[in-house]
Nanobody, 126 residues
């Protein structure tokens, strides 16, 4: 079992940056696949970044087209923390951002993660 808690959201203007953090508990966290999921107002959830554990302690990250080139996901296993650096924010980035983790690799194609944080709100004004 792992618990997740996001932080770092806020209200910013378009073109600026935010960095979200997700702190996790659990001794097996380094082998978990971790994703960042965005839900805009009145819209369906979308996986915007998926960190895949290769199996040797190495990770590869995939990004949704909507954020590719602007967002960067990373992780610090020593701190049990994953990050989402969001640059050149746009109004359409507004919404709740969740981190989610699972021992299975769902990538960008599924929401079937076994562990979710409560989410953090991001509001981007034009």
């Amino acid at each position: 079992q792992v618990q997740l808690a996001e932080s770092g959201g806020g209200s910013v203007q378009a073109g600026t940056s935010l960095r979200l953090s997700c702190v996790a508990s659990g001794s097996t966290f380094p082998m978990y696949h971790v994703s960042w999921i965005h839900q805009g107002p009145g819209k369906e959830r979308e996986v915007v970044a998926a960190i895949r554990w290769i199996g040797t302690g190495t990770y590869i990250t995939d990004y949704a087209d909507s954020v590719k080139g602007r967002f960067t996901a990373s992780r610090d296993n020593a701190k049990n923390t994953v990050y989402l650096q969001m640059d050149r924010l746009k109004p359409e980035d507004t919404g709740v951002y969740f981190c989610a983790a699972d021992l299975s690799s769902y990538g960008l194609r599924s929401m079937q993660y076994g562990h979710w944080g409560p989410g953090t709100q991001v509001t981007v004004s034009s």
